[in-house]
């Protein structure tokens, strides 16, 4: 699948969205980071310390 600006990438009909969580000294993460953003795709950012008590069960 190709990334346009400004279009959305859809999946049987039903439009995709993307959500990176990562970890901010993540070599990994930025790397995943610029790959999407030298591909132009739209996505959400979300930093997860895999450290902390708290971390959310959509990052497991």
Same mark, same amino acid.
């Given at each position: 699948?190709?990334? +346009?600006?400004?279009?959305? &990438?859809?999946?049987?009909?039903?439009?995709? *969205?993307?959500?990176?969580?990562?970890?901010?000294?993540? +070599?990994?993460a930025w790397? &995943?980071?610029?790959?999407?953003?030298?591909? *132009?795709?739209?996505?959400?950012?979300v930093e997860?310390?895999?450290?902390a008590p708290?971390?959310?069960?959509?990052?497991?």
């Amino acid at each position: 699948m190709s990334a +346009v600006p400004g279009r959305v &990438a859809e999946a049987g009909g039903f439009p995709l *969205s993307i959500v990176l969580y990562a970890y901010q000294y993540s +070599v990994y993460a930025w790397i &995943a980071r610029m790959v999407l953003h030298e591909k *132009s795709v739209d996505h959400d950012y979300v930093e997860v310390n895999p450290f902390a008590p708290d971390v959310p069960g959509e990052y497991l």
